[in-house]
């Protein structure tokens, strides 16, 4: 009896769970009504029993299967990691068998790396690499033009040919929505990037050419035209000086007596900044103008770039051209300020000139709060000034009078030099002026030390040497005496 009853009760319960099941499987006919949070419903329903392994019979979501190698557990850590509850819609056909569950995982982290690198990583590794490009281009090139693209032109192809007859000519292109400013090397005959003094030369030449220079007008005559919002720029040599040519070489009396001369001229004009080089007659030079001016202050500032030496590029290459010219310096210079030429010896004398003015002695004007700047040099300095600011129709025929083929004036003579008015606009004019009654004097051809000035042109911090040592090559590592 209790067998029976056993049974019954068994069979009872064997109805109920097919009847369940088929219920089960009648409410997933549609496909896409079942989502992957069924699964999960399904996992809890059956964590009864540990050890039962879902078979083939067993769907999750239509065909998509787990079969005997996989455990409930591994594919209920799989899902979980994965929340594919969440974000993962598992389509039809995909079966899940053995280890491929890890090669899914793998090719799904794969597929959303690639998709990341796609949207992300390479279109701003390509825009980077796009830019870094395009600038290099740019650099190097200093002409490409690139609208969208890379491009990488030649300079040649917008600014024409750098040749000798384009030397010293600036062009403009816009690159990049930028302006620039590309200037044809003297030197190279190739195009560069334009300094700041060269582009300003292109300026300053332009108010050269509407100065007109031709000769000498009288300093105070310049000094005293000067309106109150103008500022005035001048560039003398120092007055007479002693005959060794040294740091230490000092004014002659004469030159003291020169140097008030001019300043009482200047009686009454505007306040007035003093500079002068590192030798120590271009200090007394001002002092004295600034005694003669009644200035109670006579001081001024030293400026190195005063000395005689700032046209010169190279000073290897200018102690071997004196030697294979057997020149004491006054030739050379000379001949380089009214001719051109040395390239490999001396800057261009447009841009050196210009960027004097506009690096140097204007800026220290400003500083000064001051309308007038007396700045005290040597001929050596101002000789290649005169060329340029008169177009070289004022020029020292030095290096014509060593081959008698000049008896005239061949030298800047003292308290002589040029004067830059400043205009409120920016703009400029030009003057060649004389504190004496003349701008030029007549140097001895015979002598080899004279009256005149510096015999060779020395770097900007100068070291005094004994004149007799002026020939040498040995000069190389010293520098002649000022002038």
Known sequence: MKTNTLKFLASAMLVSLFAACGDSDSSSSNPSDVAVADSVAIRDSINWIDSVRYIDSVRVKDSLNIIDSVRYKTVKKYLDSLRIKDSLRITDSLNIVDSVVTR?????????????IDSIRYIDST???????????T???????????????????????????????IKDVTINKEDRHY????????WRIATKAEVMSVANDAYVAQSHVVNFAPLD???????PDEKLIVILRHAEREDDVTLATPLTD?????SQSVGQKLQGSAAMYYAGSQYIRTHQTYNNIAIGRLDVDTLGDTIPELNEGWFTKDMMAYYMTLFSENDDGRGVITKWAAEGGYTDVFYDLSPRSSELLEEILIPKLEVSGKSIGMFISHDVMIIPLLAYISERRINMKYYLAVKGQWAGDNWLNYLAGIAVILKPDGSKVFYAVRGLESGTMKLPIDQGTDSGDSIAVSPAIAVPVEPDSIISIELVESAPGGN
């Open 139 to 169: 650099e190097y090139h200093d002409s490409a033009v690139a609208v969208d693209s890379i491009v990488t032109h030649e300079p040649e192809e917008y600014l024409g040919v750098c040749n000798a007859e384009h030397a010293g000519e």
């Open 254 to 258: 004469e030159g003291k007596l020169q």
């Open 221 to 227: 005559s310049v000094v005293h035209i000067l309106a």
């Open 183 to 190: 200037y044809c090397d003297v030197g190279t005959f190739l």
């Open 104 to 116: 899914i995982l793998d090719s799904l982290r794969i597929k959303d790396s690639v998709r990341v």
């Open 127 to 137: 825009r980077y690499v796009d830019s870094t490009r395009y600038i290099d281009v």
